[in-house]
C-alpha cells in the first residue's frame, strides 16, 4: 500500500515535472535551458518509476491517473523537440507504435464495435429488403453481382497502378477518419458505420448470389491488416474527440494536445500496414491463386500482426505517450 509519507515526499518531484512542462508551453523544448532540459530527462524516468509502485496499490488508482496524464505529456515534450532520425522511425514502428496500441486498445474495440454494428444493421437490411441492396450499392454494381460477376477482375489487368490507387485510398480514407474527430468524434463513427454498412450490404448480396466465398477470399488476404489499420485510424478519432469534449482536469488545449497526439501516432503507426494491405489487394488477392492459399495469407497476415500489437514493444518500461488513453 502506498502511504502517506511516501505521497509527500515524491509529490514535490511532480509538481516540479508539471512546472517544467507547462514553462515549455507550445514553444517546447526551446523555452528550457540546459539544467531544466536536464531534469526533465531525470524527472521523467523517476516519475515512470513512481507511476509503475503506484499502479500496485489499487487505492492509489486517482494518483495513477494524475501520474499517468502527466508523464503523457512529458513524453509530447520530449518527443515533439527531438529530429526525426532512422533510428528514432525504427523505434517508433518496433516499440512505441505496438504500446500505444496496447495502452489505447479500448479505443480501437470502440471503432470495431461501431464498425460491427454498421455491418450487421446494413446485413439485415439487405435480407430484409432486397431492393436496399440496389439502393445502397447503385444499379452498375447490383447488376455486376446479380449476373453473378466479381467487379475485382479489372485490378488483375492493371496491377501497378490499382496497388497505387489503393494505397493512396486507404491511406486518405484513414487520416480522413483520424482528423474529423476534431468534430467531437461524430464523423469518425459516421464513417466507421457507414463502412460497416457498405461490407454487411455487399456480404449479403454476394451470398444471395451464391459468391459468398468468392468475396471473402478476396477480401480475407488485404483485410486481415486493411481492416485493423481502419479501426486502429477510428481509435485515433475517438481519442481526439475525447480531447475535446472531456478534457477531465487538464486544461482543454493541453487535452487537445495529449490525446491528439495519441491520435496522431496510431495515425502514423498504421501506414505500414496500409502499403502493405494495398500491394496484396493489388497484386495477391483478385489473382486465380486457390482459395485455400489466400486464407492461408490472411491468417499468416493477421498472426503476424496480432503477434506484432501484442509482444513488440515488451519488457522495457512503458513510455506513457499515450497511456493515459486507456483510463
Not at 494505397?167 to 484513414?174: A, C, H, P, W
Request: hydrophobic fraction near 50%.
Amino acid at each position: 500500500m502506498i502511504s502517506a509519507r511516501w505521497l509527500a515526499k515524491r509529490k514535490p518531484y511532480w509538481d516540479r515535472l508539471e512546472a517544467i512542462i507547462k514553462k515549455a508551453g507550445h514553444r517546447g523544448v526551446s523555452r528550457l535551458d540546459h539544467a531544466e532540459l536536464r531534469e526533465l530527462g531525470l524527472l521523467y524516468r523517476q516519475i515512470a518509476a513512481d507511476l509503475a509502485s503506484v499502479r500496485e496499490d489499487p487505492l492509489s488508482q486517482p494518483w495513477a491517473v494524475f501520474l499517468n496524464q502527466l508523464l503523457a505529456r512529458a513524453h509530447n515534450l520530449i518527443y515533439m523537440g527531438s529530429g526525426t532520425s532512422k533510428r528514432g522511425l525504427l523505434r517508433f514502428y518496433s516499440e512505441d507504435f505496438p504500446r500505444l496500441f496496447r495502452q489505447t486498445w479500448i479505443y480501437s474495440a470502440l471503432a470495431f464495435s461501431i464498425f460491427l454494428a454498421g455491418a450487421l444493421a446494413g446485413l439485415f437490411a439487405c435480407l430484409a429488403d432486397p431492393s436496399f441492396q440496389r439502393f445502397f450499392l447503385g444499379p452498375q454494381m447490383s447488376d455486376t453481382i446479380d449476373r453473378r460477376e466479381m467487379w475485382t477482375h479489372s485490378v488483375l489487368t492493371i496491377k501497378p497502378l490499382a496497388s497505387s490507387t489503393i494505397m493512396t485510398n486507404n491511406l486518405s480514407v484513414s487520416f480522413t477518419m483520424f482528423a474529423v474527430g476534431i468534430m467531437g468524434g461524430i464523423a469518425t463513427v459516421y464513417l466507421l458505420a457507414m463502412n460497416g454498412v457498405l461490407i454487411g450490404v455487399i456480404g449479403a448480396a454476394c451470398w444471395q448470389a451464391g459468391m459468398g466465398l468468392q468475396l471473402w477470399s478476396f477480401v480475407a488476404p488485404h483485410g486481415a491488416l486493411e481492416l485493423p489499420a481502419v479501426f486502429i485510424a477510428g481509435a485515433g478519432g475517438l481519442l481526439l474527440a475525447r480531447g475535446l469534449l472531456f478534457p477531465g482536469e487538464l486544461p482543454r488545449r493541453e487535452s487537445l494536445i495529449l490525446y491528439g497526439g495519441q491520435g496522431v501516432r496510431l495515425a502514423l503507426g498504421i501506414i505500414p500496414l496500409l502499403l502493405v494491405a494495398g500491394t496484396l489487394e493489388g497484386f495477391f488477392s483478385p489473382s486465380d491463386l486457390p482459395v485455400a492459399a489466400k486464407f492461408a495469407c490472411s491468417a499468416a497476415a493477421g498472426g503476424l500482426l496480432i503477434l506484432y500489437l501484442t509482444r513488440c514493444g515488451r519488457g522495457k518500461t512503458d513510455e506513457p505517450g499515450g497511456a493515459a488513453g486507456s483510463k
